[in-house]
Each structure stands twice: as C-alpha cells, then as structure tokens.
C-alpha cells in the first residue's frame, strides 16, 4: 500500500477539495514523508462561502511554516466560513524537486 501524495515541484500550484467546515477554527497536519534536496512545500489553508465562484476564490487565513524536511507540521487557523481547502506549492533548486506527504484529518473547535 502506498500512503499519501507525492507532487513535483513546477510553477503550478496544487489544490485539495473543498471540504465542509465544521467550526470557526481548527488545527490543520501535515506529515512530509520524503521531500528533495533543497525543496520547499508551501501549504496554505484557503476558505470560501459556498456562493462565492471557484476557480481562484478562497481567502487565505494561515500559511504553515516553509517545509523542508521530514516530520510534522501542524498549524492552527480562525476564521473558516462554509468550506476549507488547503493549496500546495513546491520549489526549490536543483534537478529532483518533489514533495510525499499525506494530510491528517481535520481537528475542529466548537463555535
């Protein structure tokens, strides 16, 4: 069994589906399983109403710390509305630039 995703770094950025937000605030994970010499993995966690057009909607209200190495990361975010995505980007130097990873399930609060 292969867990998680991998992404190549290019000048694209990648997105996760929206998916319902449960709560006001939550507590978001990444494990970064394998990343490339000198790769960066830049994950934000975008939100949106679920009237608001897509693509290119969804506003930022957190950005985990720049990834460059094994382990996990978590970050805690406030103000979500109706849906909640998380947008990814890799970027580095050098020749292989790829990121595995796998995202944890959601840790919401109560409004």
Do not use: C
Request: charged residues 15%.
């Amino acid at each position: 069994m292969i867990i998680g995703d991998t992404l190549l770094a290019n000048a694209n950025k990648y997105y996760g589906p929206w998916l319902p937000g449960e709560g006001n605030a939550a507590t978001f994970a990444i494990e970064t399983i394998a990343i490339g010499a000198s790769t960066t993995f830049a994950v934000d966690v975008q939100t949106k109403n679920r009237d608001e057009p897509d693509p290119g909607s969804g506003t930022t209200i957190g950005s985990f710390e720049a990834i460059t190495g094994t382990g996990t990361s978590d970050l805690h975010a406030t103000g979500v509305k109706q849906l909640v995505r998380l947008q990814y980007a890799v970027s580095g130097a050098g020749s292989f630039r790829f990121v595995h990873f796998r995202v944890a399930s959601v840790a919401w609060e109560a409004n």
